[in-house]
């Protein structure tokens, strides 16, 4: 029986890398305002390849990137960096289209939903309480609770742990097939993948379902609970 939903975060639910793209250009602009002697694509290829190098969710990528280029943090360039980058997250951290509603479709239908993210804990609630977000969800895990990344089984069984239920029971939506996919898969959980948040440009996905848009888990999930009724009915 179906009754819990849980979902990745970035680019399935809010359109993440978006909004690290225009948060790190206003954040550059700033910079080269505020004395930063390089331009605007060296900036941003060194910034991104500090991204690669140390995780997307690194928070001292400009400590790193003025020490790197100047030897020194300077507090002038250092704090336009940060306002520059907040401006930018402001306008652009939003959700994608439907996904307010389909969560409240998916809670009138009784189902539990948690977050699984690889964010660090703070960045995860403060992405969810920004939106609007952090009443729909009964858990919210993320990376300090196991300490490992997804495809890694044990945020997946600490979700069900946390959720009391089988993997069975449970669907798990993500962008990512390498991750949420292969990791959802490896532990038993069924799997949805939505491409429209997809930055990889996967070929093959793996999932057992897809979805351009979110609001089509619906019938998914109205598939899943009808042939599970059926099957009641006929024993």
């Known amino acids: 029986m179906l009754r819990a939903v849980i979902f990745d975060l970035d680019n399935t639910l809010t359109d993440f890398m978006r909004m ?7 954040a550059i602009e700033e910079m080269i305002d505020a004395g930063l002697p390089l331009e605007p694509g060296v900036a941003r290829k060194k910034l991104f390849d500090i991204y690669d190098r140390e995780g997307i969710e690194d928070q001292r990528v400009f400590d790193k990137f003025l020490k790197e280029e100047l030897g ?19 306008y652009t951290l939003v959700l994608y289209p439907h996904v307010k ?14 977050i ?11 992405r969810l309480c920004y939106l609007q977000l952090q009443h729909f969800f009964d858990h919210v895990i993320t990376f300090e609770d196991t300490r490992v ?9 600490r979700a069900i742990e946390l959720l009391q239920m089988r993997p069975d029971e449970v669907i798990m939506v ?11 898969r490896g532990v038993g959980i069924r799997t949805v993948y939505a491409k429209y948040g997809d930055t ?35 024993t």
């Open 72 to 90: 020194e943090i300077d507090p002038r360039i250092h704090t336009a960096a940060i306002l520059g980058y907040r401006r930018g997250r402001e």
């Open 174 to 184: 993500g962008d990512w097939p390498e991750r949420d996919m292969a990791g959802g």
């Open 200 to 234: 990889s440009g996967a070929d093959v996905s793996g999932a057992d379902y897809e979805i351009s848009d979110v609001s089509e888990l619906i019938g998914i999930v109205e598939g899943l609970m009808g042939s599970e009724e059926e099957g009641r009915g006929r």
């Open 20 to 26: 690290k793209r225009v948060s790190i250009e206003a």
């Open 149 to 157: 990344r997804k495809p890694d089984p044990a945020p997946f069984m």
């Open 101 to 114: 509603k389909t969560l409240l479709d998916l809670a009138k239908r009784g189902l539990k939903l948690a």
């Open 116 to 126: 699984l993210s690889d964010a660090p804990r703070y960045q995860a609630w403060s």
